[in-house]
């Protein structure tokens, strides 16, 4: 069994800075890509950022230069660090991975979501 526990999302002001983290525990043998999606109210989820197992990392062009992701292999960790935050950045973001279990099977796995609001 894998689980994924994301934390780091809450209120802010436009023009604010959060931090989001998604630690994976369980079954794991190694981990492939690192993924960020957001989902807003009405709306499909959505691809933010990705960070594949050699540290080449891709965005979403509203994202690029205000959003950072990086991965800590040692501790099965996803980060996202969002700067400048709009308006148009809130949502419900949601982690995830592609994981190779002790049994050597790759599934994909997903975090329960963390809600970002960025509001005056």
């Known amino acids: 069994q894998v689980q994924l526990v994301e934390s780091g999302g809450g209120l802010v002001q436009p023009g604010g800075s959060l931090r989001l983290s998604c630690a994976a525990s369980g079954s794991i043998f190694s981990i492939g890509a690192m993924s960020w999606y957001r989902q807003a109210p009405g709306k499909q989820r959505d691809l933010v950022a990705m960070v594949m197992n050699g540290d080449r990392t891709d965005y979403v062009d509203s994202v690029k230069g205000r959003f950072t992701i990086s991965r800590d292999g040692a501790k099965n960790t996803v980060y996202l660090q969002m700067n400048s935050l709009k308006v148009e950045d809130t949502a419900v973001y949601y982690c995830?991975?592609?994981?190779?279990?002790?049994?050597?099977?790759?599934?994909?796995?997903w975090g329960e979501g963390t809600q970002v609001t960025v509001s005056s």
């Open positions: 995830n991975m592609n994981i190779r279990r002790y049994d050597q099977i790759w599934s994909t796995y």
